[in-house]
């Protein structure tokens, strides 16, 4: 599978699960397993939890 971003191949785990984060060798960009069917990944932009620092 490749990054949506930059194109670069991804490596995806075989034992990877639903909800996995994985990121780019290239870019960096995070994407969130979003469904796993076999080898069939689906993936959706990680999002990213900024701290509030409690304000």
């Known amino acids: ?3 949506p ?3 670069a191949a991804l490596n995806i785990p ?3 699960s ?3 984060i994985v ?3 290239d870019c960096g ?9 076999g ?3 689906e993936l959706k932009q990680a999002e990213s939890v ?3 620092w409690g304000e």
């Open 29 to 37: 960009a995070d994407y969130e397993i979003a469904k796993k069917d």
């Open 14 to 16: 075989d034992d990877a």
């Open 1 to 3: 599978m490749n990054c």
């Open 23 to 25: 990121s780019c060798p």
């Open 50 to 52: 900024g701290e509030d």
């Open 18 to 20: 639903v909800g996995e």
């Open 39 to 41: 080898s069939n990944v």
């Open 5 to 7: 971003e930059c194109d």
